[in-house]
């Protein structure tokens, strides 16, 4: 091995038949940990079963790489490239990894996590629950299990509220301002009520098309 060489790679198998590479690094470079990765890069990987994978009692497992000292525990800090003034941890910019157990977990809502299991689990969100875009997790849910007819209903009432947009836009573009924003909320909400009217003769249920309109259920009631 040249002098002038930083490292020297070195392919060995152990009495398992594991390959193992050990790389010899002579001399210090801030990118050290970088090189390491071989190309992987700063990634989350969460992994969604619906099997029983593993043995355990949690539904939710998180790993993520450290270098831990052997005989003191203690995790390792580096300072990084371009940043010389704080200090990292391997886990930073090595991968991380999540796995769901989806079936072991027993329905329990401590977290808004929790809400996103219970949806993955049952294909439903109650009305309760609160996490960020289960809204829209809701809506993608509720038009999945329309039948024919209620898709069809549901597609005229998007059809309509774009047709209404339309005419408040013209108005605009003509310069009618007065009572603009008035027309378009009651425009908006009368759209919505003769929908939500058309969705509750065609046998949908009321709390669906509360959940598709916007609509108190109250309001859908009285159309």
């Known amino acids: 091995m040249e002098s002038e060489s930083n490292h020297l790679d070195l392919l060995v198998k152990d009495n398992q038949q594991r390959q193992i590479v050990i790389e010899i690094q002579n001399s210090q470079t801030p990118d050290y940990l970088e090189r390491l990765l071989y190309g992987v890069s700063k990634v989350i990987i969460i992994g969604v079963l619906y099997f029983n994978f593993g043995k355990g009692e949690d539904y939710v497992y998180y790993n ?6 052997i005989h003191t525990g203690e995790i390792l800090s580096f300072l990084r490239k371009g940043n010389n003034k704080k200090y990292q941890r391997c886990k930073d910019i090595y991968p991380e990894y999540y796995l769901i157990h989806v079936e072991r977990f027993k329905d329990v809502i401590g977290s808004e996590l929790d809400e996103w299991i219970y949806m993955l689990k049952h294909s439903a969100v109650p009305t309760n629950f609160k996490a960020k875009n289960l809204d829209i997790a809701r809506k993608k849910l509720a038009l999945m299990e329309m039948s ?58 009321i709390e669906t098309i509360a959940s598709l309109t916007g609509l108190s259920q109250d309001a859908i009631k009285s159309s």
Do not use: H, P
């Not at 993520?64 to 000292?69: L, Q, S, V």
């Not at 301002?177 to 759209?191: I, V």
């Open 148 to 205: 024919q007819e209620e898709r069809k209903t549901y597609e005229r009432y998007m059809m309509a509220m774009v047709e209404n947009e339309g005419v408040l836009e013209a108005a605009r573009n003509e310069g009618v301002q007065k009572g603009l924003q008035k027309g378009r909320d009651e425009g908006s909400t009368n759209a919505k009520l003769e929908i939500a009217k058309k969705m509750q003769e065609s046998g949908m249920d």
């Open 64 to 69: 993520a790489n450290d270098f831990r000292g």
